[in-house]
């Protein structure tokens, strides 16, 4: 599956933006998660929404990040709120079929977008 993102931007601490993910066919065998990568450091896992509608997120962005699935429109969403500087990255969408263990590795998904910028003005 071949997976495009869009939505990402700059925004000031505080803020909101959604991010969202178009596959390129149906998404119901598919656990989606969205990753980051800022400068200098390694991508790192955001949030998975399963295919058996289970979420999970990474513990700083609880509260404030909500993944959404959608089957008919073959998309996963990524709403961001309260926006913090550290959230600044190049925002990727996943595909993979995974496992609670392994869910936050980077080789469990098989299938990456090309990723969209999230720039957080302090």
């Known amino acids: 599956v071949q997976l495009v993102e869009s939505g990402g931007g700059l925004v000031q601490a505080g803020g909101s933006l959604r991010l969202s993910c178009a596959a390129s066919g149906p998404i119901r065998n598919y656990d989606l998660g969205w990753f980051r990568q800022s400068p200098g450091k390694e991508r790192e896992f955001v949030a998975v929404?399963?295919?058996?509608?289970?979420?999970y997120y990474e513990d700083s962005v609880k509260g404030r990040f909500t993944i959404s699935r959608d089957s008919a429109k073959n998309t996963v969403d990524l709403q961001m709120n309260s926006l913090k500087f550290e959230d600044t990255g190049l925002y990727y969408c996943a595909a993979g079929s995974i496992i609670l263990s392994t869910m936050r590795r980077i080789e469990t998904y098989h299938s990456w977008g090309q990723g969209t910028q999230v720039t957080v003005s302090s």
């Open positions: 929404a399963r295919r058996n509608g289970a979420k």
